[in-house]
């Protein structure tokens, strides 16, 4: 089995992916943006109350503060809390 990458390897690897999914991100921010953003019958919150834009806020500012780990913090944004009793729920 090969050895780990070099930065400058990875880079190279994955650089034009990675690239795509941050374009592929920022349309879909922009998607959200551009939307129509307070509801027509005025029962829904507006988005900028949604839990899920806030939780993808929250990734994007841990993607960039460089303390590593970023899979798992971001999955933890994403998960919904252990439950001790999810075995006895209905």
């Not at 943006?33 to 900028?48: F, K, L, M, Q």
């Not at 798992?72 to 994403?78: A, C, N, P, S, T």
């Amino acid at each position: 089995m090969p050895g780990k990458l070099s930065a400058a390897e990875a880079i190279d690897r994955w650089h034009l992916e990675l690239r795509h999914r941050i374009l592929d991100l920022a349309a879909g921010l922009d998607r959200i943006d551009h939307a129509r953003s307070d509801p027509i019958d005025g029962a829904a919150p507006p988005v900028t109350q949604d839990p899920r834009l806030s939780r993808i806020r929250e990734a994007l500012r841990l993607l960039t503060d460089g303390r590593g780990e970023r899979t798992v913090r971001v999955q933890h944004i994403f998960s919904d809390p252990y439950d001790p009793g999810w075995r006895s729920s209905p």
